[in-house]
Every structure is written in structure tokens, then in C-alpha cells.
């Protein structure tokens, strides 16, 4: 029997933080048309904004110094490959349907409470690269100012989140304000180095590094390359954490829409691998003066490219601060950002409990902080290789879900459906294939399977994980997409009814139609969060001997 008392509660009320969505941004819900204002241009500008990082450099610098020139090269270009491919359907999705990495994730075949643990992939993800990319700024701040670089952590961990805090409103005008200076700057080393040493650029090809083979192109280093270089693919979870806010793909504007989803989406990675490139380029190019370890720091690197077209290292040295610090405050700032609505995800499932998206800011900046403080980019290429084994596998379930079971198979619904109302905990389909393909390349990336295995692991995690995903789907035959039928199909292909406002009888807000799900608890209709953050039901709406388990009304 239901308590009845618990049943009837008393009206939720949510703290300030959370009640304003210019400060919250929707960090658990869809984005509704009424709060995306932005056009196509303003949407893609933001999100290439972020992939101003030059952690690009240092990975592709620091390939070059341990696998020479050719492994390198190759094992960029095919990572690059499959980020791109992979990216599509989940900046498609994503546009489409206007909610973010999780959300989609958790329609894609993982189930509720199965995407908590890629929320917490995700999350890592943003904390990993933010103390990457904030040591990157730390190295330019004690080169130039010469204070301990400690200090520098700190103040390169802290002067991001006041610029969070305020989420796409604030972000897209500092994105938008800070990127043509910093094309600008980028290019004028190459530039420089092209007109004042144009035979370096030859002599490249024959960098050998510290790689025992040299130059040439080796099969085993080509594959750790690569597996470095695809760390990089959850970086597709960022860029929809703008794309969402796109507006409706109309017949006047397609051609736009497409342009900015396939540019900010998976395009992102073209302007990466051109950095990672870059970055080759620049480590062999101060590699016999500076030595290993800061051939592939970035400020080394712009700084040895500024002193072509600068007089005196002074000013060398303040233009390539200034671009670094610019260039990490534009990616770290989407780091704490697409952190804090990882853990508000997180948190909110798990615990019921959402203080709202501002506070798991300072989490994630916090946690960045103590990885750079105990010197994670001293492990750069170990780091981001185990990490790629367990992101792949998460990338290629949901994508294999978005690509083959939804339009081929048609076993997975055609819409994404992310309410907790409507889904089972666990879907085993995603879940399970991600749980599969990183059990097995974890030991692989190990050198349990032998030294090819080893080499190839990301790959293994993706081939596993995109393979089982429709397997799966066709054993289960679908059964554990939906929970509870309701009318979201219909809502999402009719647009009147899917923008039309519903009040929430918990919270006493208004949202759209995505949004909300018929409570068969409360006896009332309920916006996402509040059913996210309910805990007294115990699912009751999916039990159908005990409530009913009533359907979504259709919309009038």
C-alpha cells in the first residue's frame, strides 16, 4: 500500500540558484524554445569557442617526441577519423531534440540509472582536461611573472568560475568577444616560421623524437598515437552542451542549421587535429634547444614562434601569454561548465538531491586542482590512454544505438525519451555493451591480450561496444526502452502540442511538453526535475498492480 501522506507531500520548493535558469541553464531538463533566443551563428561560435585549448599542442607535440614524425601524423589523422564519425549522430540528436549529453544518453539504451555511470565519465572528462589545460596557463603565468607555479595553479583553477556561474548568457558573448583575436594570434607563428625559416617545415618530416624506430612509420606506435589522440572523443559531450540550445531546423533556415550542428559538432575536431599537428611541428621545431620535456609545452612553443616576428624575448614571451591565457580561459571555462551539469546529473539521481548547478562548479574545479597540484601532466599520454579505453566504449554504445537500432532495426524509439517516468533503471542494450567493450580493453590497454591489443585497446572498446549494441537490442527485442508508454512520440513530431505549457503540480512552474510526464504518485502532471528529485515514490508509476501506472494524457 502507498502512504498516503507521502503521496499528498506539500509543494517543492527550489532554492534561488535553482529557480533562475539564467544562472541554472536547464542543467537537467530540455532546453525549451522559449530560452533558446540564440541564432545558428551565436550557437556554433560558442561552441567552437571552447576548442581554443592548446592541450592540442602538447598532445601532438608530445606524440612527435615519443613516436617521431610519421606514427604520429597517421595516428592523429585517424583518430580524427573516427571522432568525426562518431560525433555526427550525437550532435544531430542532440540539435534535434535540444537536450544534452546525459539526457541523450540515457534514451540511447542506457536507461536512467544506467547513464549515472557515464555521468560520471563525463565528469571526469571535464576535470582531466581542465587541470590540463589549466596547467598549460600555469606554465605561462610562472614563465612570465615568476612566481611558484603552485600559485600559478591556483589562480589558473580560480579565475574561470566567475565566468561559469552564468552559464550560455555570459559564455557566448565571452566566446564570441575573445575568438578572432585569438585566430589571429594562433596563426602568426606558422606564419612567421614559414617566411623566416621555410626549410624547417621539410625538415620535419624526418623528426624522429625519442621513438626508437625514428621517423618511419611503426604499426605498434601508431596505434598507442592514436589511442592518446581519441581521449579526446567525449569532447563531443561539450560541444552538445551548446548545440542544444539550437533553434527549430525549418525549411527557411535548414541549410544554416546544418552548417552550425556539423561545424560545432563533430567539426570540432578538424580545427583539433590541425592543432595537434601543429603542435608536432612547433616540439620539433625547439626540440634540440629545449629538450623533451618543454619542447612539448605550448608556451615554449609560441614563444620560440613569436621571437620570428617579435625584437627581444620580452615581448615574445607576453603575446604568447596572453594567447595562452586566452586560449585556456575559452576551454576552461566549457570544462567547469559541461562539469557541473555532469554532476548535477550525477547527484541529482543518486541522492535526489539538486543545491543547483553553481555548486558542482566549484567540485570540479576543485578536483582539477588537486590533479594538478599532484602533477598530472607528467602522465599526459598514460592518463589520457586509459581514459580513451572507457569513453569509446560509452561512444560507440550510444552510437550504435542512434545509428542501427533506432532507423535500421527499429527496436530503440524513434525519439530520444529521457524522463525517469517513462524509462527502466537499467537498459542493458548501451549499459551493457559499454560495460563489455571497456572489460575487455581495460586488460588489453594493460598488455594482458599481448602488444597489438595493447597498441589497438580504444579501438578494441569501440569495435566491442558498437557491435553488441544491436545484438543486444534484438535478444532483448527492445524491452527495456520504455518503462511506461506514453504520448511523447506524438508530442515531439507535433510542434503546438510540444510547445505548449503545462503546469507542474509539485513545483508550480510552467514547462513544455518534453518536459513534463503524468505522476500517477502525486496523482498530477510533473516537470523532469521534480520527478528526478522525488524519493518517495520508488518508481510507483511503472508498477502497475500497485498504482496503475496511468500514460501520459494526449495533449489537447
Not at 535540444?98 to 539526457?103: A, K, R, S, V
Request: net charge neutral; with cysteine; proline share 5%.
Amino acid at each position: 500500500m502507498i502512504d498516503e501522506q507521502a503521496r499528498e507531500g506539500t509543494r517543492k520548493r527550489f532554492g534561488a540558484l535553482v529557480d533562475n535558469e539564467i544562472v541554472e541553464d536547464y542543467s537537467l531538463r530540455y532546453a525549451p524554445r522559449s530560452f533558446r533566443k540564440w541564432s545558428e551563428y551565436a550557437v556554433a561560435t560558442t561552441a567552437l569557442g571552447g576548442i581554443a585549448y592548446l592541450v592540442d599542442f602538447a598532445i601532438g607535440g608530445s606524440l612527435a617526441v615519443a613516436f617521431g614524425f610519421s606514427s604520429a601524423i597517421w595516428a592523429i589523422l585517424l583518430a580524427a577519423v573516427t571522432i568525426f564519425v562518431t560525433g555526427l549522430p550525437i550532435a544531430y540528436y542532440s540539435a534535434k531534440y535540444n537536450i544534452d549529453m546525459d539526457l541523450l544518453t540515457r534514451g540511447a539504451g542506457f536507461g536512467y540509472l544506467g547513464s549515472t555511470i557515464t555521468s560520471l565519465i563525463y565528469a571526469s572528462f571535464t576535470f582531466i582536461f581542465f587541470s590540463l589545460e589549466a596547467v598549460v596557463m600555469a606554465q605561462a603565468i610562472t614563465l612570465f611573472v615568476g612566481i611558484p607555479i603552485w600559485v600559478s595553479y591556483i589562480i589558473s583553477a580560480l579565475m574561470v568560475i566567475p565566468l561559469v556561474v552564468f552559464g550560455m548568457t555570459l559564455l557566448s558573448k565571452f566566446q564570441m568577444w575573445t575568438q578572432p583575436i585569438w585566430f589571429a594570434l594562433i596563426a602568426l607563428p606558422f606564419i612567421a616560421i614559414a617566411v623566416q625559416d621555410p626549410g624547417a617545415y621539410a625538415e620535419w618530416t624526418s623528426f624522429g623524437g625519442e621513438s626508437e624506430t625514428g621517423p618511419a612509420f611503426n604499426f605498434l606506435a601508431f596505434g598507442l598515437a592514436a589511442g592518446v589522440a581519441l581521449s579526446l572523443i567525449a569532447q563531443i559531450g561539450e560541444q552538445v552542451d551548446y548545440l542544444r540550445f539550437m533553434p527549430e531546423k525549418t525549411a527557411a533556415n535548414s541549410k544554416r542549421w546544418w552548417a552550425a550542428v556539423l561545424s560545432a559538432g563533430p567539426g570540432w575536431v578538424v580545427l583539433g587535429a590541425l592543432k595537434q599537428i601543429g603542435g608536432a611541428f612547433l616540439a620539433f621545431y625547439i626540440f634540440s634547444t629545449a629538450g623533451p620535456e618543454k619542447a612539448v609545452e605550448p608556451i615554449e612553443q609560441f614563444v620560440r614562434g613569436f621571437e620570428q616576428i617579435l625584437p627581444g624575448g620580452f615581448w615574445a614571451l607576453a603575446v604568447a601569454t596572453f594567447l595562452v591565457v586566452i586560449s585556456q580561459m575559452k576551454i576552461n571555462v566549457t570544462n567547469a561548465y559541461a562539469g557541473s551539469l555532469a554532476w548535477s546529473n550525477f547527484f541529482s539521481r543518486i541522492f535526489h538531491w539538486h543545491p543547483g548547478r553553481v555548486w558542482w562548479v566549484f567540485l570540479n574545479v576543485g578536483i582539477a586542482l588537486t590533479l594538478m597540484l599532484f602533477g598530472v601532466f607528467g602522465f599526459l599520454n598514460f592518463v589520457l590512454g586509459f581514459y580513451s579505453n572507457v569513453a569509446i566504449a560509452w561512444i560507440g554504445a550510444v552510437v550504435a544505438d542512434l545509428v542501427i537500432n533506432k532507423p535500421f532495426l527499429k527496436v530503440s524509439p524513434s525519439y530520444i525519451e529521457f524522463k525517469r517516468a517513462h524509462l527502466y533503471q537499467i537498459n542493458p542494450v548501451g549499459f551493457g555493451s559499454m560495460v563489455a567493450g571497456a572489460a575487455v580493453s581495460i586488460p588489453a590497454f594493460f598488455g594482458a591480450f599481448g602488444e597489438y591489443a595493447q597498441a589497438f585497446s580504444p579501438y578494441l572498446a569501440l569495435t566491442i561496444a558498437f557491435v553488441l549494441s544491436p545484438i543486444l537490442a534484438l535478444a532483448t527485442k527492445g524491452k527495456y526502452y520504455i518503462a511506461r508508454e506514453g504520448s511523447t512520440s506524438a508530442r515531439l513530431e507535433d510542434d503546438e502540442a510540444r510547445y505548449a505549457l503545462t503546469t507542474c503540480g509539485r513545483c508550480g512552474q510552467d514547462y513544455e511538453a518534453p518536459d513534463m510526464a503524468h505522476c500517477s504518485f502525486h496523482e498530477t502532471p510533473i516537470c523532469s526535475l521534480c520527478c528526478t528529485l522525488e524519493k518517495k515514490c520508488h518508481d510507483a508509476c511503472k508498477k502497475p498492480l500497485q498504482i496503475g501506472g496511468k500514460p501520459d494524457p494526449e495533449p489537447a
